[in-house]
């Protein structure tokens, strides 16, 4: 194997946090470019700092806050850019970086598709019965009636209420089923006019047999599925949440599968999930609200998983990786966290 780098040029990365998963993705990233990696699988904080001496860049991915005094120490130790190897950023501490000129970048979209793929996988299981067939075959019971008749994709009109990258991923592929995409978003892409109807979110609400959220978690979107947006969709509609757990009220996502107004509804995050996910208790530890959701049938629950494929972890792992040597060397990346 012949290294790209320059033996002069060759850079030591400090890999905080590092999972198992990542491992095979920095050894072919390593061999690749020549640079070298160390990894720890603790996060950067006030103690683990000091580890970054004599390196001359790091990454981390953590859900722990990055507190003031670590970017004196890291400014201290000539290191001068913290690239995050996730999307949400808010670990850090932007202006205390920035007034000790710490570079910062994040992956912002390590695999649109993962996620899409997921939430395409889950409506199928909803419209399939899957979870309600499994229940009763586990009790011996193979008839069809166990389960009931499904509806087929090409048939259903989907609202997807935020088409960004995610969004977008998933439309095309219902698009590309037969399905209609009625699109809900301030901002309107003209690319996307192919395999989206743009509409207003109450003409996609009085339309669409499946909502599907994928907006960001702002001031706007926080519990935007609340009693008057559930009065407005028509009954038998299927709701899919695989953005943020803040943006549906769950005592009305509740009321609405216990009235039937939901015919399902299938979800990868919830307001109260660090309580619960990534944890392993006993099933009676769970939340009361989690509890008695996940007894429906028609209510599937993931443990924010959507993310998680094999291209997904290689994408954050090479993209911070890159744009940490970038930075270093003064270059530009589109990953930047800009001032
Ligand atoms: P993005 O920024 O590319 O797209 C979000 C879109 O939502 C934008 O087009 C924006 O204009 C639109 N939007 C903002 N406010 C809106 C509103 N009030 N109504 C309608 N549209 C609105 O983001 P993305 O990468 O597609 O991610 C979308 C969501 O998915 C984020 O909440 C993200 O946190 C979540 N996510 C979940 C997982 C998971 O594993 N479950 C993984 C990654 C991201």
């Known amino acids: 194997l012949i290294a790209s780098a320059p033996l002069e040029d060759i850079m030591k990365i400090l890999m905080y946090n590092t999972v198992s998963d990542e491992m095979p993705y920095v050894e072919k990233w390593t061999e690749k470019t020549g640079h070298e990696v160390v990894t720890i699988d603790q996060p950067l904080n006030e103690t683990t700092v000091d580890r ?23 400014a201290q130790f000539n290191i001068k ?18 007034a000790h000129n710490i570079r910062l970048s994040n992956v912002a979209a390590y695999s649109p598709r993962a996620i899409a793929e997921y939430t395409l996988t889950q409506l199928f299981n909803l419209i399939r019965h899957n979870k309600k067939f499994d229940r009763a075959m586990n009790t011996g019971d193979y008839t069809w009636a166990a389960g009931g008749q499904a509806r087929e994709i090409h048939d259903l009109t989907v609202a997807v209420i935020g088409v960004g990258r995610i969004g977008t991923a998933l439309a095309e592929m219902l698009h590309a089923l037969g399905a209609t995409v009625l699109g809900v978003d301030p901002i309107y892409r003209a690319q996307n006019e192919p395999f989206v109807t743009y509409t ?6 009085s339309r669409a047999d499946v909502i599907s959220f ?12 609340d009693e008057n947006f559930f009065a407005k ?3 038998g509609t299927i709701m899919l949440n695989f953005a943020r757990g ?26 109260n999930e660090n309580d619960f996910m990534n944890q392993k208790q006993d099933i009676t530890a769970l939340p009361a609200d989690v509890k008695r959701l996940i007894e429906y049938d028609n209510f599937l629950l993931s443990p924010h998983i ?3 494929t094999n291209t997904a972890i ?5 993209m911070a990786l890159n744009d940490a040597v970038t930075m270093v060397n003064g270059g530009v990346t589109e990953n930047e966290i800009l001032r």
Not at 81 to 98: N, T
Not at 200 to 205: E, F, K
Request: no cysteine.
């Open 314 to 318: 290689k994408n954050m792992v090479e």
């Open 81 to 98: 850019q913290i690239a995050i190897r996730q999307v949400g950023y808010d670990v850090l501490d932007l202006p205390e970086a920035f």
């Open 246 to 271: 803040e943006i549906v009220d769950m005592v009305e996502l509740e009321k609405a599968l216990e009235s039937k107004l939901l015919a399902g509804a299938a979800f990868d995050v919830t307001p």
């Open 200 to 205: 207003t979110l109450d003409d996609a609400l």
């Open 306 to 308: 959507a993310f998680y």
């Open 233 to 235: 969709i028509q009954p």
């Open 214 to 225: 994928h907006t960001p978690l702002n001031d706007e979107t926080r519990y935007m599925a």
């Open 52 to 74: 970054a001496k004599g390196f001359d860049a790091i990454t981390t991915q953590q859900t722990t806050a990055i507190n003031v005094p670590v970017y004196a120490q890291l």
